[in-house]
């Protein structure tokens, strides 16, 4: 059996809710992205143009700082990669993430949540941060309310 690694970013909370039904469904590892500096409720206000996750999103080559950078990738096979959508793609602490540890010949499998919006142009955004080699599955945008057991079915399905 592969091993099995569930990474998430979670401003709010969200997808760190969904993010642990996974890795139980998943039999997973957890690890959790965190910036150097938390996000507040202010910077999250995306109505805000000079708000924090704003300027970040407006600046796709900034790369906020990661508090601790020490995911033992090398030891996995499959990395699950979890995030809320912002403005239609992953944060840019994703790609801090992606680009802080070598994916290659590894099997990356993205899900997110969202309050609305599908992954829009997120794998692009996402695989110059990658090895060449990585395979990347973008798989679904879950709702909090999913259950372990819903999440166990869908990942019947994948092909990894």
Do not use: C, Q
Request: glycine share 8%; charged share 25%; aromatic share 10%.
């Amino acid at each position: 059996m592969k091993k099995t690694l569930v990474t998430y970013f979670s401003a709010s909370g969200v997808t760190k809710g969904v993010a642990e039904k996974l890795a139980g469904a998943a039999g997973a590892d957890l690890f959790e992205i965190k910036p150097e500096v938390p996000y507040t409720t202010v910077d999250l206000d995306w109505r805000d143009k000079t708000s924090r996750s704003s300027l970040e999103m407006t600046n796709k080559a900034h790369r906020p700082a990661l508090a601790k950078e020490d995911a033992k990738i090398g030891e996995y096979d499959v990395i699950f990669l979890g995030f809320p959508i912002w403005w239609y793609v992953a944060p840019t602490i994703v790609n801090s993430f992606l680009e802080g540890y070598d994916f290659s010949g590894k099997t990356l499998v993205l899900f997110a949540t969202s309050g609305g919006s599908g992954f829009g142009n997120t794998e692009k955004e996402l695989k110059p941060s990658l090895a060449e080699d990585t395979r990347v599955i973008t798989w679904k945008v879950l709702s909090p309310k999913v259950t372990e057991a819903e999440l166990a079915a869908e990942l019947s399905k994948l092909a990894l």
